[in-house]
């Protein structure tokens, strides 16, 4: 986009609040990152949603999943720095193998994901991988990063057209990400993402007194179901997730730091 006049007053300044506000860092990675939502206000949707899919979905009673997740989730539940946790884990009736964990620690388990996980160590592997993306606070950085498109098409929107009112656009954005809880459903995470999940996950189940070594395990029980399920049967979950390849490349290579913090 060519800009041809400097940015108008208000909007520039609106921007820079924004980011200057917004800027952290991810505990034990140290990437910077920008939000817009703090964490206060992350757990209280989590909440919220939480209960929500408990209405909505049919929880399962099965006793040997339950006592697993239970299990697994309060050991890992105090390695774990999730801001303002009110520490929930339940398992869902749902064949797809996947998982799920929303702001304020209240993590979704499907009965279709034992047949892959096999053990405790893999179950804490899918565990610590999905709460890795809330403590990196990822969905709030990929609705900040569509926030930042959104107020770049505004500033270049105006540029063009003078008449038009500058902060608009960019607050209904916000307004409509907010209200709607959209960004707890994010359907693509980036690589970056992904394996910065990996990673922490890692150490969070070395913390929690788990091999880590048996994520890497647990990721390629994974790729050997994608290839015998592929095509259509793909759940978003996985069709989501980096290369196999790269993942488990990329976890062995970070593998000697999470051994520093294994006690067996
Ligand atoms: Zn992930």
């Given at each position: 986009m060519r800009q041809t006049s400097p940015l108008p007053y208000p909007l520039s300044l609106l921007l820079a609040g924004l980011i200057a506000v917004a800027c952290t860092t991810v505990p034990d990675t140290g990437r910077q990152q920008f939000n817009v939502l703090n964490p206060g206000e992350e757990a209280r949707l989590g909440f919220t949603e939480f209960e929500k899919m408990k209405q909505s979905k049919a929880v399962s009673r099965n006793p040997a999943y339950n006592a697993a997740v239970q299990r697994v989730g309060s050991r890992l539940s105090q390695v774990m720095p999730v801001p303002n946790a009110q520490w929930e884990f339940v398992v869902f009736?749902?064949?797809?193998?996947n998982a799920f964990a929303l702001p304020g620690g209240k993590v979704g388990v499907h009965t279709g994901l034992f047949q892959i996980t096999q053990d405790d160590a893999g179950l804490a592997a899918v565990i610590g991988h999905e709460v890795a993306h809330v403590v990196a606070r990822h969905s709030g950085e990929r609705m900040t990063q569509g926030l930042a498109s959104a107020a770049t098409a505004a500033i270049a929107s105006e540029v063009l057209?003078?008449?038009?009112?500058?902060?608009t656009a960019g607050q209904a954005a916000t307004t409509a990400a907010i209200g709607g809880a959209?960004?707890?459903?994010?359907?693509r995470f980036s690589r970056q993402q992904e394996l910065e999940a990996d990673q922490l996950g890692a150490l969070y189940m070395a913390r929690a007194?788990?091999?880590?070594?048996q994520a890497i395990e647990l990721w390629k029980r994974f790729a050997a179901w994608r290839q015998q399920n592929g095509g259509s049967q793909m759940p978003a979950f996985l069709s989501t997730h980096p290369l196999d390849d790269v993942r488990i490349a990329e976890l062995e290579r970070f593998m000697p730091r999470a051994l520093t913090e294994f006690r067996g």
């Open positions: 009736e749902d064949p797809t193998p057209r003078r008449n038009t009112d500058m902060g959209a960004f707890l459903h994010v359907q007194g788990y091999d880590p070594r």
